[in-house]
């Protein structure tokens, strides 16, 4: 009897090790993506108003910042067009949206449209500077974001089974 009781003890010494170690990877790699994301979003909260004034009084924005406004549209579930994009930013509370933004429950068609932009070569952030600060700041939260559901799902699993 005493040898099943041993064999068990061990057993369960090993799930909580493996259990650890999942819970060690998991945080590893949010502390991973958290931080670019936090730092993406108090970017876009302390976006001057006349970089906003300047991104909506485009009447027809250059390519690279319609690329950044349509991820945004795509991201926030919005007709991907440019006057669409123009309300939002016209919107009261236009920055907190980016802090109260769902980044966890992201559906796999959107992150596909959005990287269809983002792997363009004009979604530089340095091309896109030239033409708005404002878009520049939105092209690096949209970078985050997708960065954070890479790592987020790539985490899926191991947060699957930490709960069980």
């Known amino acids: 009897f005493q040898a099943e009781v041993d064999a068990a003890r061990v057993e369960v010494e090993q799930m909580e090790a493996d259990t650890d170690t999942l819970r060690q990877e998991v945080h590893h790699a949010l502390r991973q993506a958290l931080p670019e994301l936090n730092q993406a979003v108090k970017a876009v909260e302390k976006l001057d108003k006349k970089d906003i004034y300047d991104l909506k009084a485009f009447t027809s924005p ?43 429950n992201i559906p796999d068609s959107v992150i596909s449209r959005v990287k269809r932009y983002v792997d363009k070569d ?30 987020s799902k790539g985490i899926a699993e191991k947060r699957e ?4």
């Open 62 to 104: 250059p390519p690279a910042v319609q690329n950044v406004m349509d991820c945004l549209c795509l991201l926030f579930g919005l007709p991907t067009e440019w006057q669409s994009a123009r309300s939002m930013v016209a919107e009261t509370g236009f920055a907190k949206r980016f802090k109260d933004f769902d980044k966890d």
């Open 122 to 151: 004009d979604f530089d952030p340095a091309i896109i500077e030239s033409h708005s600060k404002a878009a520049k700041t939105l092209s690096l939260w949209c970078n985050a974001i997708l960065s954070y559901d890479k790592v």
């Open 161 to 164: 089974a930490l709960k069980q």
